[in-house]
């Protein structure tokens, strides 16, 4: 899977994008969240508030019970705001 990371949750990770293997026992959004929280204290505080966290699944929105296949393109970012 490739993960791609944008603004501030960029920012706390430290890089913009990784590929990892879909991990085992992780089949949704969620659950993946749970999973990069274990890597450490930078993934824990970039998704400490997942209220405010979209995901994009294959460049589609979607929600944290979506589920996952290995090779997906997952994009986390805050919320746009324009004006």
Do not use: W
């Not at 824990?44 to 294959?58: G, L, M, P, Q, Y």
């Amino acid at each position: 899977m490739k993960l791609l990371y944008f603004a501030r949750i960029r920012e706390d990770i430290g890089h913009s994008s990784e590929d990892i293997p879909l991990p085992e026992g992780v089949s949704d959004i969620g659950g993946l969240i749970d999973h990069l929280c274990e890597k450490g204290e930078n993934y824990r505080s970039a998704f400490k508030d997942e209220t405010i966290i979209r995901v994009a699944v294959n460049q589609l929105y979607v929600n944290f019970d979506h589920p996952l296949a290995d090779g997906d393109e997952i994009a986390f970012f805050p919320p746009m705001t324009g004006g």
